[in-house]
């Protein structure tokens, strides 16, 4: 017994899911049970396949909620802390490509007036 | 009395910045005890403008975290018959009142009283006393104890 795939998982609805996730930890505790009274090779199989299902539904759930909280938080200023960027801490504090790129106003004026020539010698 | 005029109304003025002086008096408060209290000030509640983790955790000791197993052996068949209490291994961190609690949801059951201890080896054993009009054999088949 294999256990539950994550691609029919996704499809399901929350209230689904949280309705799996309560059968198989009832079908732990009932394998916990006939382990403590002896287990068989098949039952200690099933139990690993059982957490990993139990794995596999919390995190699709977790999958959903946070997509759906992405969108939710979009465009808006304020987002929480875990759905930011993480990338390091050191980089997070990094000018943005945008402020790296200001000139002033003198400098503008020296681009403008003293561009990069081009010379090419004639062969 | 005449209506004062401008100049007079001003000389007045000057004559009396000169007698008191521009400044303000100075108002200090009466204190009537020699010891000085920190004054109350305002304190608002939090009103975050973000949450900062975006989703809270779903509860960390559910019931069926609570309650790992039933615990098995000739002392607690002993207990099963004659006290009408069963046994089970617990999680360490579930208090008397989470495995009450637990134990209730999921046998639907009523509890009587719930004993524990922590064994030698780490882990916790909760004697669950089920109340008199409760069955335990029954419930022990449903646990799949026996």
């Given at each position: 017994m294999p256990g539950v795939k994550a691609y029919t998982l996704r499809e399901k609805s929350k209230a689904d899911l949280e309705a799996q996730l309560v059968e198989l930890k009832q079908e732990l505790a009932s394998l916990r049970a006939q382990k403590a009274r002896g287990a068989s090779a098949t039952n200690l199989v099933r139990m690993h396949n059982v957490r990993k299902s139990i794995a596999r539904v919390l995190t699709v759930i977790n999958h959903q909620q946070r997509a759906q909280l992405r969108l939710f938080y979009k465009g808006k200023k304020y987002i929480p802390l875990d759905l930011r960027v993480k990338k390091t801490r050191a980089q997070r504090r990094q000018l943005t490509k945008h402020q790296k790129s200001l000139k002033t106003e003198k400098e503008k004026k020296k681009l403008t007036a003293f561009p990069q020539r081009k010379y090419a010698l004639k062969a | 009395m005449a209506p004062k005029s401008k100049t007079t109304e001003k000389a007045v003025a000057a004559k009396k910045a000169v007698v008191k002086g521009i400044h303000g008096k100075k108002v200090t408060k009466i204190r009537t005890s020699t010891t000085f209290h920190r004054p109350k000030t305002l304190r608002l509640p939090r009103s975050p403008k973000?949450?900062?983790?975006?989703i809270p955790h779903a509860p960390r000791l559910d019931q069926y975290k609570v309650i790992i197993g039933p615990h098995s052996n000739e002392s607690t068949m002993k207990k099963l018959e004659e006290s009408n209490t069963i046994v089970f291994t617990v999680?360490?961190?579930?208090?008397k009142r989470h495995i009450k609690d637990a134990f209730k949801s999921l046998y639907n059951v009523d509890v009587a009283k719930v004993t524990t201890l922590i064994t030698p080896t780490g882990s916790k054993k909760a004697y669950i006393r089920l109340t008199s009009e409760n069955d335990v054999l029954d419930v022990a088949n449903r646990v799949g104890f026996i």
């Open positions: - | 973000y949450q900062r983790k975006s999680d360490i961190k579930a208090n």
